[in-house]
């Protein structure tokens, strides 16, 4: 079946550090990919998504590229602000877009 | 507007004990789901409705019901609760395929 791994937390970066945070996946066919995150005390929000293979996912700073032939869609910001501190998932829905599958979420902390 | 609305936020209640959890979303989407976030912030599919028919059931215990009235709400019953339900339940929608998927904020269900 389908899965998404995503590299394990947390991340602790300082202030206007660049961020990167892995995720790969395993998935029949040409699957949607997603980024969303989760602030603390707070519900899950898309970040961005991407469709098809070479799409460029972006949003407030923050960017993920769907590689088909490393089936991987790592997430990047150049700069991290305090205020980027939460938990991000990767996420995928598969040929028949009924469900999203997750990955295990990373917890980013940004540091003054 | 909220388009994805649970209620409560927050449940605490005896083992034992019968509860609902209540989700209604205004953005005409067709396909409904229940997600569990365990604390380890861990989510898995629960159940998926698309207009009012179940089409996504994982293997989750009978003790949960899910019920849709109509295509806009998609409750959940817990029958019995034990300790090991404690967890964060999320419900979301979705519009057509290749779509994202939008969350509620969350209901925090805490066994006592």
């Known amino acids: 079946g389908d899965s998404v791994t995503q590299m394990e937390g947390p991340v602790t970066l300082s202030e206007e550090a660049f961020l990167t945070i892995n995720c790969t996946y395993t998935?029949?066919?040409?699957?949607?990919l997603f980024w969303y995150v989760q602030y603390p005390g707070e519900g899950l929000q898309l970040l961005l998504k991407?469709?098809?293979?070479?799409d460029k996912g972006s949003n407030k700073g923050f960017e993920a590229t769907y590689r088909k032939e490393t089936t991987s869609f790592h997430l990047e910001k150049g700069s991290v602000q305090v205020s980027d501190s939460a938990v991000y998932f990767c996420?995928?829905?598969?040929?028949?877009?009924?469900?999203?599958?997750f990955g295990g979420g990373t917890r980013l902390m940004v540091k003054p | 507007d909220t388009a994805v609305s649970q209620t409560p936020k927050y449940l605490v209640t005896q083992m034992g004990n019968d509860k609902s959890i209540k989700c209604e979303q205004n953005?005409?989407?067709?396909?409904m789901y229940w997600y569990k976030q365990d604390s380890k912030k861990f989510l898995k599919i629960m159940f998926s409705?698309?207009?009012?028919?179940?089409?996504i059931n994982e293997t989750v215990p009978n003790r949960f019901s899910p019920k849709s009235p109509d295509k806009a709400h998609l409750n959940l019953h817990i029958n019995s609760l034990e300790l090991g339900d404690s967890a964060v339940y999320f419900c979301?929608?979705?519009?057509?395929?290749?779509?994202?998927?939008?969350f509620g904020s969350g209901t925090r269900l805490t066994v006592v």
């Open positions: 409705y698309n207009n009012k028919e179940l089409i």
């Open positions: 991407a469709t098809k293979a070479d």
């Open positions: 996420a995928l829905s598969g040929n028949a877009g009924n469900m999203l599958t």
């Open positions: 998935a029949t066919g040409y699957p949607s």
């Open positions: 979301a929608s979705k519009g057509g395929l290749r779509y994202g998927y939008t």
């Open positions: 953005l005409g989407h067709d396909t």
